[in-house]
């Protein structure tokens, strides 16, 4: 395995390896466009969904999975993804989860049917997964200090982008070409990467021996149900027996999980990380923050076309004020992190984000736009200061040897944040308008999705009156549900975490 030496400028250099070794800003830009490409792909193929159920002929069941699928994979198999970087080589795996990306892409891209679709776009989420893993602990392995801290802005800056931009940069590809160009750009920019990464340095975990093949199957099945039941819940009902199945299914295979972690010798996960507060404090701070900021970018768009009467780009660009501050803000938390410690940007950034949500109950979005962009803004200050440190803190709290492991969980839970997210307020918005459309309680989806045209067929505009009621209710209880999450996060990182367990110095020596 090929050691490394920390220099002055915060870089680590390879001392042994074959053939020529990329600059840590090569490395950097490898990893910072990967980060880009994955989250484009969690909220940009929404707007082609329905194009490509016309043209596919598809049913509206088989095209959702088109997200679905790709967020199931995504999520359930981050912290085996984690292990095989630490076990395999984080270049390997980093190579190996591109390459199987672009192609699933490519697939996806050019398939005749929904279904070949579909199953393209949860390998394609398999491959998201080894390339988040494996290229965080890239980073954490190259860069040291403040150039780590300086690394880690970018990558959250990207992966906010990637978020925030997803829908707009697919719109435009949809207008320029079709739905195919929304995967099939995925295949250029990974060919891109694959080049980029052909040197990068390579690391691994000195301790891992093997795959612990136990503990994979259960925590993948565990958190394979526990997404499935909340991507259908919304659909098939919170009580069917398919949604608590999936959930009961999941808690079995979660608690198996434990049992056999407890008693590996090489545990995929070492449950002893547990037992410092401020481990588990940093792997939950992403739920607090994109929790809410997924759900916003999902279903604000429909929201502001429906009730608030605004075209596709002007729902488009009502956004900017949230999204601009997650994409800037962490391009400068290198010199942020000089004059605050990053626990209270840890902290400050959940706090700020619930400040603005409890805000947005007092604005309208119909009426007087101008109070709800304020309050977007503040939620987008907010996310882009967690956004700018939290991945760093995340793989400076534990050990170089277990970076995959840490980077494993903590992106788990992130990728998990934004299903549940998304499928909770999905729930909330939909029961909200049900509520107030008694007789025509099957339209409430469209509501939900900004298509009021439906209602006002089925009952006049005494019916999109009750509709909008309803949804600016449900919005309401959205709001406050979102904020008791993210002060949640805040009060959690400023109680557990303490400053000492977050220098990277202590393992870097």
């Known amino acids: 395995m090929p050691q490394s030496s920390a220099v002055a400028d915060g870089t680590r250099t390879p001392l042994a390896a074959s053939g020529p070794v990329a600059s840590p800003t090569r490395v950097l830009v490898a990893v910072a466009l990967a980060a880009v490409m994955l989250p484009i792909s969690v909220t940009g193929p929404g707007v082609a969904l329905a194009d490509m159920s016309g043209a596919l002929h598809a ?9 679905n699928a790709y967020n199931v994979a995504f999520t359930a198999l981050m912290l085996a993804a984690g292990s095989a970087a630490d076990l395999f080589g984080r270049r390997r795996l980093f190579r190996l989860g591109t390459t199987v990306f672009a192609l699933a892409s490519l697939v996806a891209g050019t398939a005749p049917t929904i279904w070949l679709v579909d199953v393209a776009r949860f390998v394609q989420g398999m491959g998201a997964a080894a390339v988040l893993t494996s290229g965080s602990t890239l980073l954490a392995h190259c860069f040291t200090g403040a150039a780590r801290a300086r690394a880690f802005g970018i990558f959250g800056a990207a992966i906010g982008f990637g978020l925030a931009m997803g829908p707009f940069i697919s719109g435009l590809l949809v207008g320029a070409a079709s739905w195919h160009a929304v995967f099939l750009v995925n295949v250029v920019l990974g060919a891109v ?11 691994r975990s000195a301790e891992a021996r093997r795959i612990d093949k136990p503990g994979v199957l259960t925590f993948t099945l565990a958190l394979m149900l526990l997404a499935l039941g909340f991507v259908q819940g919304p659909a098939q009902g919170w009580t069917s027996p398919a949604t ?53 970018l999902v279903y604000l768009p429909p929201y502001f076309q429906g009730v608030g009467g605004a075209g596709s780009t002007a729902s488009g660009a009502m956004l900017l004020p949230l999204t601009l501050p997650v994409f800037l803000l962490p391009l400068f938390s290198g010199a942020l992190v000089k004059r605050v410690s990053v626990r209270m940007l840890l902290a400050v950034g959940p706090a700020v984000l619930a400040l603005a949500l409890l805000l947005m109950t ?27 440190v939290m991945d760093n803190a995340a793989v400076s709290v534990v050990a170089p040897e277990r970076a995959g492991m840490a980077s494993g969980m903590f992106n788990t839970l992130r990728v998990a ?38 209602v006002r067929a089925a009952g006049g505009e005494a019916l999109v009156h009750q509709a909008a009621a309803g949804l600016e209710h449900g919005w309401k209880v959205v709001y406050v549900v979102l904020a008791c999450v993210a002060l949640a996060g805040a009060v959690a990182i400023f109680t557990l975490v303490r400053d000492r367990d977050l220098d990277p110095a202590r393992h870097d020596a």
Not at 61 to 67: E, I, R
Not at 193 to 203: A, F, H, N, Q
Request: aromatic share 8%; proline share 4%.
């Open 59 to 67: 049913s509206a069941a088989s095209t959702q999975w088109v997200l």
């Open 193 to 203: 990467v694959l080049l980029l990464g052909r040197t990068l340095p390579e690391s």
């Open 244 to 296: 608590l199945g999936s959930f009961a299914g999941a808690a079995l295979f979660l608690a198996a999980f434990a049992f056999v972690e407890l008693r590996s010798d090489e545990p995929m996960f070492d449950l002893s990380l547990l037992r410092s507060p401020t481990f588990v404090a940093i792997i939950w701070q992403p739920v607090s923050i994109v929790f809410a900021f997924a759900a916003l």
């Open 362 to 388: 007092l604005t309208d979005p119909v009426g007087h736009r101008t109070g709800m962009y304020g309050a977007l803004l503040l939620a987008g200050i907010g996310i882009g200061l967690a956004f700018g």
């Open 417 to 454: 944040g934004e299903t549940i997210g998304v499928a909770c307020v999905a729930g909330l918005l939909l029961t909200s308008a049900q509520g107030r459309l008694t007789e025509h309680r099957g339209l409430a989806d469209d509501v939900v999705q900004g298509r009021l045209d439906s």
